[in-house]
């Protein structure tokens, strides 16, 4: 009588992870690293986000070997990207037993049209976010856990403050509506009436949302948590900062404790210099990754 | 009022914060050592075992914990919770708390595909309880003096002894709240802790 799969399965995986950081490695040797300074999980891939920014060309999902060598490499939970609409990497990731996939922005898509249905998989799935409509529409394809987009391998935070602060007040919105007002409000967002429904009567969203896209300090993580992530991806902003090691750690306690800003100066003393950050406005709007899925 | 603390340092914290006051006692967050002082009992709840314990190591939190598993109040570990209490952790040479004893291996049902619900009888629970199975480990093997309350698949999934109560899986996940009332009945009522003058 034992079910694998279902919504609170998948769900239930992404609120052990709450509270708490994920960290970009791309071979075992970060995954290790990120490990013992606290990660409550990995996301394996080839590049991180500002080398994909920088190479330019198609990124696709990482070779099986890195995610495979990262997998033997530590115990705490594995994640990996599939791009956007591709069936096959994300069923090549679940046969490998990957824990977690991230159909993400930060790769090529390779359908521009229609995301994954992820409710057809056992793997759960977390996904990319700028506001409640995008937020319902991947829980509606079986998204078991968000995160804001922000902007990808920039080290800047100001997209994922903007993303997060605009679902967190949808969310506030809809439950402060009367039920007459919802079908309308679910209209104007591209959301499904009974999503909204959900998230009046739930008081919050239906699943963990982490913040992502742009944090490069401990400050950053906790300015996160203040606004109400339930936790934080850290893409490019350990593995390019001067040490790696103590960034890392740094971040994971700053997330604990966001509201204690004492400890959080002591934690951000010396630590060298954090990743190269780039102003928004510079990148052409085309290559915004937050443009990609919809 | 019973007064009972929920290890907060990440994980499903909200959810057990939420079934303690279903259950009609003060929840309680705790951060610091300091949170520790007047609770009638602790959970340490499902997350990340290794960032919960690089966390409790940090904050000095490891001997204040082991002080007040001595001083006999009711812990309750669900998941990660009951690696942090177990006497023995399989492949690990030293235990987190070590104050259960019981022998728990890691992530003994499989990777994140492997994890399960189901519903499960439990001594000393009435009628079946649905069991939410995360990347969950087991109790391989547990001492004289503990009771096994549950058995799945021939593997130990809930046990208690004397003060510490222990499961793989995640109460906390659903809406029933009888595990936690369960837990909340082994905390001593005031008159059975009155010491004689």
Redesign the interface.
Known sequence: MSQHGTDRVKRGMAEMQKGGVIMDVVNAEQARIAEAAGATAVMALERVPSDIRRDGGVARMADPRITEEVMKAVSIPVMAKARIGHIVEARILEAMGVDYIDESEVLTPADEEFHLLKNQYTVPFVCGCRNLGEAARRIGEGASMLRTKGEPGTGNIVEAVRHLRQVNAEVRKVIAMSEDELMTEARNLGASYEFLKEVKSLGRLPVVNFAAGGVATPADAALMMELGADGVFVGSGIFKSDNPERFARAIVEATTHYQDYKLIAELSKDLGIAMKGIEISTIAAGERMQERGW | MKRVGVL????????HLQSIEACGAEAVSV?WPKDLESLDALILP???S??MR??ID?YGLMEPLRDFAETGKPMFGT??GLILLAETVVGEDQPHLGVMDVAVA??SF??????????LEINGIEGAFEA????APHIVSAGPSTEVLCVHDGKIVMAKNGQFLGCSF?PE??EDHRITAYFLSMIPSKSDLLLPN
Request: glycine letters at 10%.
């Open positions: 907060a340092l990440q994980g499903a914290v909200r959810e951060k499902g997350g990340e290794t960032a690089r966390l940090r998941c990660a890691r992530n499989g990777r994140q595909v492997d994890s399960f619900e189901v519903p939410v199975f995360i990347r995640h996940l659903t």
